[in-house]
Nanobody, 129 residues
Framework: QVQLVESGGGLVQAGGSLRLSCVAS????????MGWFRQASGKEREFVAG???????YYADSVQGRFTISRDNAKKTVSLQMNSLRPDDTAVYYC???????????????????????WGQGTQVTVSS
């Protein structure tokens, strides 16, 4: 069974940066797409960013231009670089791994939480004003 472990969360002032990392255990990683989601207090979990097996990236409109998702298949790691953070970015951030999937992926596919079979435990990001 695949386990995902996130790290890198914390408290930062508005305008600052954080880098989240997610390491996967298990044999497979490169045959799946990866995503980052977040859930703010009292709100539903939402899509933040996704990356296909081919390296295509997609972002929520709210983070486009500020966040960058990347993956390192050799290290079985997916990262989320977050710049120009705002108070409304405050949330628990989760990484997720899809089941084995096609090399290319659409935005619609990566946005759908139903395609992800493994989830991390989450890491808290708090942005103060």
């Amino acid at each position: 069974q695949v386990q995902l472990v996130e790290s890198g969360g914390g408290l930062v002032q508005a305008g600052g940066s954080l880098r989240l990392s997610c390491v996967a255990s298990g044999r497979t990683f490169s045959d799946a797409a990866m995503g980052w989601f977040r859930q703010a207090s009292g709100k539903e979990r939402e899509f933040v960013a996704g990356i296909s097996r081919s390296g295509e990236t997609y972002y929520a409109d709210s983070v486009q231009g500020r966040f960058t998702i990347s993956r390192d298949n050799a290290k079985k790691t997916v990262s989320l670089q977050m710049n120009s953070l705002r108070p409304d970015d405050t949330a628990v951030y989760y990484c997720a791994k899809t089941r084995r999937t096609a090399f290319f992926a659409t935005r619609q596919y990566l946005e759908s939480q139903n395609v992800y079979e493994s989830w991390g435990q989450g890491t808290q990001v708090t942005v103060s004003s």
